[in-house]
């Protein structure tokens, strides 16, 4: 085996508040030789991923943390260098979960091959991975839009966002989507969003979902929380579904969390809020992956990716989430793409 070492972004410290540089270290470590069962992949491409600021703190969620130390976690795609498994070959093009690191040495059955024939491979982290998945169950599944519907989606111009307002009018009801900044919001209106909100430029936040939502909104996509959340709740129709599917604007917070407010509205207007966890939908993965490369293959979705180079920068690409300093899915590419 040639390669003997990995570089690994490792958690040094759990960040308080916005998360920093300094709670990462860049290391190296010995890789062993692949097992029976194992394969050595190289990394293409990193995804980092908001969920990761819950990773890295302490408290009860869906997943354990990080432990101080650990190797970051992250979704990866990358190219079998060795395999000591019949099922993949030297040269395979994968996808799995191997985290922040240039190399590893892993469990052949938790990779799933990739044919960059039928999609860029990019895309088994982004519009074909976990973030177009939550897209489509969260608004199909649980938004439950029906033709004519007004739905509003927060943090529109991110992976999940994006999918959300294509898939919103591919269903046929009228899109409508907040982000922050003029280039965002050229963004939703070139990939078909019938109507924008640019939430940094607004200091009447209601007066801005009245002009935007003129009909009200009928299923509200939430992937942000906090102010406009509370704001778009007073403006629910009769039946209206609310997906919480991020929050955001508060993964950064150190004390409590404000809210939400507004829960009369529920009331009033006999809506339903509920919560989405795209893991819960694995099972209907493959479904997923059908419809949506068909519709990105009929022109119908797009999709756009934000690539820093250099392992060295995933710390910078994941805290840029926090910032907004990407478009669409935020990528990280730690070795060449023999593909493009
Ligand atoms: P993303 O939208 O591509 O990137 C994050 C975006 O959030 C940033 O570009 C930024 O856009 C916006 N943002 C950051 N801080 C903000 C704040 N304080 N207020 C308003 N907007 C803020 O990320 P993604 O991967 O598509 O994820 C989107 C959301 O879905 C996240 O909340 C994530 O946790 C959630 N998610 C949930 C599941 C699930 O199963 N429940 C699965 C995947 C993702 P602006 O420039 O517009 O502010
Ligand atoms: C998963 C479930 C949820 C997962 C990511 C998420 C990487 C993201 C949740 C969030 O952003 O809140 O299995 O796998």
């Known amino acids: 085996m040639t390669q003997t070492k990995t570089r690994q972004w490792r958690l040094a410290r759990r960040p308080v508040g916005m998360a920093q540089e300094a709670d990462f270290t860049l290391a190296e470590?010995?890789?062993?030789?692949?097992?029976?069962?194992?394969?050595?992949?190289?990394?293409?491409?990193?995804?980092v991923d908001p969920y990761m600021r819950g990773?890295?703190?302490?408290?009860?969620?869906?997943?354990?943390?990080?432990?101080?130390?650990?190797?970051?976690?992250?979704?990866?795609?990358?190219q079998v260098?060795?395999?000591?498994?019949?099922?993949?070959?030297?040269?395979?093009?994968?996808?799995?979960?191997?985290?922040?690191?240039?190399?590893?040495?892993v469990k052949a059955r938790g990779l799933t091959k990739l044919d960059p024939k039928d999609a860029p491979i990019s895309t088994a982290v982004g519009v074909l991975g976990m973030p177009g998945r939550t897209a489509y169950f969260g608004l199909l599944d649980v938004g439950l839009p029906r033709p004519g519907d007004t739905v509003f989606v927060s943090g529109a111009a991110g992976a999940v966002g994006a999918t959300v307002g294509q898939i919103a009018r591919i269903t046929g009801c009228t899109a409508v989507g907040s982000?922050?900044?003029?280039?965002?919001?050229?963004?939703?209106?070139?990939?078909?969003?019938?109507?924008?909100?640019?939430y940094k430029a607004e200091n009447d936040l209601r007066a801005a979902?009245?002009?935007?939502?003129?009909?009200g909104i009928d299923v509200y996509f939430d992937n942000v929380g906090g102010a406009l959340t509370d704001a778009v709740l007073e403006r629910?129709?009769?039946?209206?579904?609310?997906?919480?599917c991020g929050q955001i604007a508060g993964y950064n917070e150190r004390g409590k969390e404000q809210g939400p407010r507004n829960l009369w509205q529920l009331i009033v207007k006999r809506a339903r809020i509920q919560g989405m966890l795209v893991s819960d939908f694995d099972h209907r993965a493959d479904e997923a992956n059908t419809r949506l490369r068909q519709w990105i293959r009929e022109g119908r979705i797009k999709y756009r990716e934000t690539v820093?180079?250099?392992?060295?920068?995933?710390?910078?690409?994941?805290?840029?989430?926090?910032?907004?300093a990407n478009i669409g899915k935020q990528l990280v590419r730690v070795g060449p793409d023999p593909t493009r």
């Open 81 to 105: 260098l060795a395999s000591r498994d019949p099922d993949i070959k030297d040269g395979d093009l994968v996808v799995g979960y191997w985290g922040w690191q240039d190399h590893a040495v």
């Open 236 to 244: 629910i129709n009769l039946g209206a579904r609310v997906v919480i």
């Open 179 to 198: 982000a922050g900044g003029g280039a965002k919001i050229a963004y939703l209106k070139e990939i078909g969003f019938d109507g924008t909100l640019d």
């Open 55 to 78: 990773r890295i703190s302490e408290g009860p969620s869906y997943a354990s943390p990080v432990p101080i130390g650990g190797v970051m976690v992250g979704g990866t795609v990358g």
């Open 29 to 47: 470590a010995d890789l062993t030789a692949p097992r029976e069962g194992e394969a050595l992949v190289r990394t293409i491409y990193l995804s």
């Open 209 to 215: 979902l009245d002009r935007a939502c003129p009909k």
């Open 308 to 324: 820093v180079d250099g392992l060295e920068n995933a710390p910078k690409a994941f805290i840029g989430l926090f910032t907004g």
